[in-house]
C-alpha cells in the first residue's frame, strides 16, 4: 500500500495550495481518508478527514473555513484545498486511510490509521 502526496510549496500569506495524495494497493472506496500536519518541535496535529459513509467531511477548528477535503474515486486520489494560508499553516502534511468509518469521537485520532504517506512540506511566509 503507497500514499503519495504532493502539491506541497512555498507560499506568501493568503494564497492557495491545493495538496493530493494518490493511493494505491488498497481498494479506494471503503476508505476513510484524512491529514494530518506536523510543524517543527510540535506534535502531529489533525487537519481534516473524509468519512467514507455518508462522506461526510470534519476539520479542525484551526482550518475549519479554509481547508476542505474531497476526493476523486476515479483516480483514488484525495485532496486538500487550502485557501487564506496563515504562518501557523507552516508544517509538513501527510495523509493517512483506514477502512470503513470511524465513529466521529475518534476521526481525528492518528492511531486509528493504519498507511500514512511520506508527507509534504507547505511553507507559508512573506
Known amino acids: 500500500v503507497q500514499l503519495q502526496a504532493s502539491g506541497g510549496g512555498w507560499v506568501q500569506p493568503g494564497a492557495s495550495l491545493r495538496l493530493s495524495c494518490q493511493i494505491s494497493g488498497r481498494t479506494f472506496s471503503g476508505l476513510t481518508v484524512a491529514w494530518f500536519r506536523q510543524a517543527p518541535g510540535k506534535e502531529r496535529e489533525f487537519v481534516g478527514a473524509k468519512r467514507w459513509s455518508g462522506g461526510n467531511t470534519f476539520y479542525a477548528n484551526s482550518v475549519k473555513g479554509r481547508f476542505s477535503v474531497s476526493r476523486d474515486n476515479a483516480k483514488n486520489t484525495v485532496y486538500l484545498q487550502m485557501n487564506s494560508l496563515e504562518p501557523e499553516d507552516t508544517a509538513v502534511y501527510h495523509c493517512?486511510?483506514?477502512?470503513?468509518?470511524?465513529?466521529?469521537?475518534?476521526?481525528?485520532?492518528?492511531?486509528?490509521?493504519?498507511?500514512w504517506g511520506q508527507g509534504t512540506q507547505v511553507t507559508v511566509s512573506s
Open positions: 493517512a486511510t483506514v477502512p470503513g468509518s470511524p465513529i466521529m469521537s475518534s476521526i481525528s485520532s492518528s492511531q486509528i490509521y493504519d498507511y
